[in-house]
């Protein structure tokens, strides 16, 4: 899908919902009661993440034997989170280039660890959210049933890539030697157990930040779901956000969200008028700190900056982290 297409799609999905909201705007503006310190902590619980993010980041590069400032790290997550919403993902290109110039990681070695922390955040997500469904809420709603099949197929997709045995090419050739470095370091980072447990657990504790996000808004607008609701919800935005149909999936995040509030009891206006509150709160932090993070690391490097028109062509089809 090209780069227009997928920008049209996300604004023409958030005009329509949008829309939808203005037909019932009548209920739904009783519904807007956050307050200046709930805001603030929704700030707050969105830049703590992001630090977290950081860490897992450092922890699963020095498995491949690379050793990074974590401070680097946190402006870099930062700054990759704002110019994701460019053409091409620059922020993905903009983070591969980084690495390999600052530290040496290589383009295919960064395709590894890009992917292998991409699949490890919808597992740990989707066994989070499947496991409060089946104990919590059952099967027995459509909606329910839909859910649990996205986050069962979620996660046995996300093994696969991250478990299962591959043999690697022996031919010579640039496609082969790729595919041979890549799981050369996929096999390398899997035997730093340690690692990936602490990153498991950075990232759990990451995902419940994201869910008591959730549960922020919904608790403002007088909607007190059950609490591992939250985690269902939150499992669903890290699952969506990944799919990348559109610049942070823009508009798909709020579409889905919408729908997925249905299974918890939730009218679909209020998970949409939910969704696209989140959304703008985290707009705002990556255009205000994403902003200045990008702007300290083009002072310390504007040459990180230039280097695009090789790597954009290597780097196009990865989603954001």
Known sequence: MSKWLKNILGLTI??????YLTGHWGQLKALLHLTPKQLGLMYFLYLVPTLINARIVQCLVEAL??????????????AALLLNYAPMKFGTIFRANYLKRHYGLTYSRFATFFLYITFLMTATAATIGLAVLLTIYGLGKYESKILAGVF??????????????????????????????FLSSRRQISKERK?????????????LFTALRIGIIYHSMGKNIHPCGYLVLGAVGFVILFIGLTPG?????????????IALGIP?????????LDRAISMSYIFV?????????WHKSPADFKERENNSTNQQHYTTV
């Open 14 to 19: 958030l005009v329509f919902l949008l829309w």
């Open 65 to 78: 034997k690379i050793r990074t400032r974590f401070w680097d790290m946190a402006l870099l997550n930062n």
């Open 152 to 181: 069962a197929g979620t996660i046995i997709g996300s093994l696969i890539f991250l478990l299962f045995p591959l043999p690697e090419p022996k031919a010579k050739g640039r496609l082969r030697t790729a595919l041979r470095n």
């Open 195 to 207: 690692t990936v447990l602490v990153s498991v657990s950075l990232l759990t504790l990451s995902f």
């Open 249 to 261: 999936s823009l508009g798909i995040r709020e579409l889905v969200l919408g729908f997925s509030a």
């Open 268 to 276: 679909l206006e209020v998970g949409v008028l939910a969704a696209m």
């Open 289 to 297: 700190v994403g902003g200045i993070c990008t702007l300290l690391l």
